[in-house]
């Protein structure tokens, strides 16, 4: 079995949905340090033709060293939600799939029950996975039992709990599991490790020049579910085993 794990980031970009669809079971890592400039609470839209930031505005009452995603809550009296959406709909209410998918996240942007960030970003997640018809079991890190340790030794933990024996994990974090051997813990605990190869794709978009490495949600209002899942597949392409990866 095939495990991908990741942060709950806000509105994810297309690499982070051929993550999920590669793997057999993903894990939303939420019980980890937020990092209040990161894509935790962020991510980009294309709005005319130029590229907005959306920014979720988060409370952390005790200081940001305590805070997790998990226990992160929004700032209530801000108007945040509106404003997104209103971005949204301005952005792309000339879409080809405007209708289908606006109302997806307009019900969650208006459910008030949702007052945490990870609640929020794996909601979205969610939805979008359903929308594109994206069946990857998913599982909540601070919902396991039985999961210890720190950084890779976490996701060996993790691993075994979902009895996975092959991990599959973005290029960009080699260096965080390899960094004392090739593989890290999760090799030395006989769990094979492959590293995901992405190459973003273009497509059509309403306005202006072609922006890459937005929101998953600009591919999937320009070109639909069907053909962004096709795209994510095409260009997801072969992953890397650790030791090709290392030599």
């Known amino acids: 079995m095939l495990l991908s794990i990741m942060q709950p980031t806000y509105l994810p970009w297309l690499g982070y949905f051929g993550l999920i669809n590669s793997a057999d079971k993903f894990v939303f890592l939420d019980n980890v340090k937020l990092e209040k400039s990161d894509w935790h609470v962020r991510n980009k839209i294309k709005s005319g033709r130029q590229e907005l930031m959306l920014t979720c505005p988060v409370s952390t009452p005790k ?26 709909a301005e952005s792309y209410a000339k879409a080809p799939f405007y209708s289908s998918l ?13 007052t945490f960030l990870a609640q929020m970003n794996i909601k979205i997640i969610r939805t979008l ?3 594109m018809n994206i069946t990857t079991s998913t599982f909540i890190a601070s919902e396991l039992e ?9 996701l060996v933990s993790i691993c075994n709990e979902l009895e996975c024996n092959n991990y599959l994990s973005p290029v960009g974090a080699q260096a965080y599991i390899e960094k004392e051997s090739p593989g890290g813990a999760l090799v030395k605990n006989d769990i094979e490790v492959f ?18 490495h937005l929101s998953v949600i600009d591919c999937l209002f320009n070109v639909g579910p069907v053909e962004t899942v096709k795209l994510i597949n095409t260009y997801t392409g072969t992953h890397t ?6 030599v």
Do not use: C
């Open 63 to 88: 200081g940001r060293m305590t805070a997790t995603i998990e226990n992160t809550q929004f700032v209530s009296a801000n108007p945040w939600r509106r404003k997104h959406l209103k971005s949204i």
């Open 102 to 114: 606006f109302p997806l996240l307009d019900s969650i942007y208006k459910d008030e029950s949702i």
């Open 129 to 131: 996975m359903d929308y």
């Open 146 to 154: 039985d999961v210890s340790g720190v950084k890779d030794a976490r």
């Open 195 to 212: 590293y995901q190869n992405f190459t973003h794709p273009k497509y059509p978009q309403v306005k202006g020049e072609f922006i890459s």
């Open 241 to 246: 085993h650790y030791q090709s990866l290392s």
